[in-house]
């Protein structure tokens, strides 16, 4: 039976083990999240929350089984070294994510809190890693069968579950600023409307010298090969949309946005009906697609908050596209592509435009 007395004595392989799973499933919700901009997939970050406080618990119980043993050690090799890392690097990285959902959010040199907290969950993979096959043993057979094994692995996910909703609960009774949180882990931007309210950022090196609004023309190629040309004045035609801009270095900003619909834009040309992406393409070559339909309910925006997008916000046109996180709103669009087919190149384009001279 599982008792109170018997349920810290669990394996330590088997703490091991799933310390090791309970890091990769960090990686991969984290990675993931990432591309979540939608409440649809909310399930991600919760997966992530409550792992984070499940991987606190099972540090809990490694540190206690090894700390004692820790005296038995009188040379420092290698092998202690890269544990070494492997624990700083596992508590920094709890730590920034538990600070950062309590609202604590500090800027690291340029980067965000959360930047950091992502950074450092990104090198303990290949640690980790290292660590593990240099010393994992496997669980033994009889472990892994082991009835009482399986429930207490299902109470400890059922109270980091309960750990992690009653800190939702305690930043909302304290009034903490983790509760403006949105679902993705961003805190709001200041308050306001237009260029001034939001920071300017670049998702890695895209930084073009401002564009002529005069001379630039927004190029639009069909499937037939054509290509069919909007000027300023043809594309700043104050259709709204209200949205929110949810970067993923953790901020977010609700703005209403003026323009022209993608809808709009693709009704003036005689567009194919076997389109199924529309493809926003950068003065930089940073790009990023959507599939049509999602595209049409998207906006080409020319003002924020009744202003002129500024430079920095992507002028003369950026795409506004609501459930997106912000690395996928291209600024300083001048060309889109319509298409049959996904662009998985744009996973890496985004990673190398504005390192090469063109842009
Ligand atoms: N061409 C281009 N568009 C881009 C980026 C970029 O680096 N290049 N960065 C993206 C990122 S990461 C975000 S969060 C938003 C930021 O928009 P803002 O600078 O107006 O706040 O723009 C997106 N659009
Ligand atoms: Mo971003």
């Not at 984070?52 to 618990?57: D, Q, W």
């Not at 949205?243 to 609700?254: I, K, Q």
């Not at 323009?259 to 567009?271: E, F, K, T």
Request: proline residues 4%; aromatic residues 12%; contains cysteine.
């Amino acid at each position: 039976m599982v008792t109170v007395r018997n349920f810290f004595d669990l394996p330590p392989r088997l703490i091991d083990w799933s310390i090791l799973i309970v890091i990769l499933l960090e990686g991969v919700t984290g990675i993931y999240s990432l591309t979540v901009g939608s409440p649809d997939e909310v399930f991600v970050f919760w997966l992530h929350s409550i792992g984070g406080v499940l991987l606190t618990i099972l540090i809990g119980f490694k540190f206690y089984r090894v700390f004692p043993l820790l005296k038995y050690y009188n040379s420092i090799d290698r092998e202690i070294y890269t544990s070494l890392i492997a624990v700083v690097l596992v508590v920094v990285a709890l730590g920034s994510g538990i600070l950062w959902t309590f609202g604590f959010t500090p800027w690291i040199f340029h980067w965000t809190l959360l930047t950091f907290h992502a950074t450092i969950g990104a090198l303990l993979l290949p640690v980790v890693f290292l660590h593990l096959i240099s010393h994992i043993q496997y669980p033994s057979q009889k472990t892994l069968t082991d009835r009482r094994n399986a429930i207490k692995f299902v109470l400890m996910g059922i109270i980091s579950a309960i750990l992690w909703r009653l800190q939702g609960i305690l930043n909302t009774l304290l009034s903490l600023p983790g509760k403006s949180h949105r679902f993705t882990g961003s805190k709001p931007f200041l308050e306001g409307n237009g260029n001034e309210s939001f920071p300017i950022t670049s998702w890695v090196a895209d930084d073009p010298e401002p564009i002529d609004t005069e001379t630039w023309e927004l190029t639009v190629h069909d499937l037939s090969g054509d290509t069919h040309a909007f000027s300023y004045e043809q594309v700043a035609t104050n259709e709204r949309l209200r949205a929110t801009l949810d970067c993923t270095s953790g901020w977010y900003t609700t703005q209403t946005w003026s323009g022209i619909s993608v809808d709009s834009l693709l009704d003036q040309i005689d567009s194919s009906e076997k389109v199924t992406y529309v493809r926003f393409v950068s003065v930089t070559g940073y790009r990023w697609s959507l599939p049509i339909d999602e595209a049409r309910s998207a906006l080409l925006a020319t003002h924020v908050g009744n202003e002129r997008l500024s430079h920095g916000h992507g002028a003369p046109l950026r795409l506004v596209a609501p459930q997106r996180r912000g690395f996928q709103w291209v600024k300083w669009i001048d060309r889109i592509d319509l298409r049959q087919e996904p662009d998985l190149a744009q996973w890496i384009i985004i990673f190398i435009s504005g390192f090469d001279n063109s842009g």
